[in-house]
Nanobody, 124 residues
Framework: QVQLVESGGGLVQAGGSLRLSCAAS????????MAWFRQAPGKEREFVAM????????FQADSSKGRFTISIDNAKNTLYLQLASLTPEDTAVYFC?????????????????WGQGTQVTVSS
């Protein structure tokens, strides 16, 4: 099993920034890729960005390119998502996830482990 715990969400004004963290523990040796998803009220869970465990490559949704940056610190087993130029449309619960699948994985069903989520609220 892999345990994931997110932190760093909060209330921020439009144009502001936040950094989300996700600490991984347990069988981290089994993780191939990690990702961030988000889910706004009444909407489906949406892929934001992914990174392989070594941090050598990333893949992002078009909606997050240029504003969000995903990174990983293997020494700390911690995944990050730097959010910038936030708009009210970015308001959602942000989840980190881990999978043993290789390659580009953007479907929630293909992720084996999930954190509890952290709320990001952007005021106008």
């Amino acid at each position: 099993q892999v345990q994931l715990v997110e932190s760093g969400g909060g209330l921020v004004q439009a144009g502001g920034s936040l950094r989300l963290s996700c600490a991984a523990s347990g069988r981290t040796w089994s993780i191939a890729n990690m990702a961030w998803f988000r889910q706004a009220p009444g909407k489906e869970r949406e892929f934001v960005a992914m990174i392989n465990w070594s941090g050598s490559w990333t893949f992002q949704a078009d909606s997050s390119k240029g504003r969000f940056t995903i990174s990983i610190d293997n020494a700390k087993n911690t995944l990050y998502l730097q959010l910038a130029s936030l708009t009210p449309e970015d308001t959602a619960v942000y989840f980190c996830a881990a999978t043993s699948r290789q390659g580009i994985v953007t479907t929630p069903l293909h992720y084996d482990y999930w954190g509890q989520g952290t709320q990001v609220t952007v005021s106008s």
